[in-house]
């Protein structure tokens, strides 16, 4: 059973910076693809970052993109997200999720880890 669990959340103040890991467990990863997102209280979840189990394609959301650096461990089946410069408005809870590549939506979600960041 593919599992996913988060940890590296906290509280920093703005302009800080913080690196989540994301462990995957369960099953040989080769072709699936993982992912960051997040959901600040009274908003929807959104997409952070994205990079598939070869690390060879990243993707960003808009609002991150030369903050935040996705990254992958092949050997240690671990994803991480270096969060620099951060703002008040990056505050959520951050999810790390997993899918197969050929599959259009996230299946595995891990329980969530909770960044907050001062003004």
């Known amino acids: 059973q593919v599992q996913v669990s988060e940890s590296g959340g906290g509280l920093v103040q703005a302009g800080g910076s913080l690196r989540l890991s994301c462990a995957a467990s369960?099953?040989?990863?080769?072709?699936?693809?993982l992912g960051w997102f997040r959901q600040a209280p009274g908003k929807e979840r959104e997409v952070v970052a994205t990079?598939?189990?070869?690390?060879?394609?990243?993707s960003y959301a808009d609002f991150v993109k030369a903050r935040f650096t996705i990254s992958i461990n092949n050997a240690k089946n671990t994803v991480y997200l270096q969060m620099n410069s951060l703002k008040p408005e990056d505050t959520a809870v951050y999810y790390c999720?997993?899918?197969?590549?050929?599959?259009?939506?996230?299946?595995?979600w891990g329980q969530g880890t909770q960044v907050t960041v001062s003004a």
């Open positions: 999720a997993a899918k197969a590549a050929l599959r259009a939506n996230y299946e595995y």
């Open positions: 990079i598939n189990w070869s690390g060879t394609i990243t």
């Open positions: 369960g099953r040989t990863f080769i072709s699936y693809d």
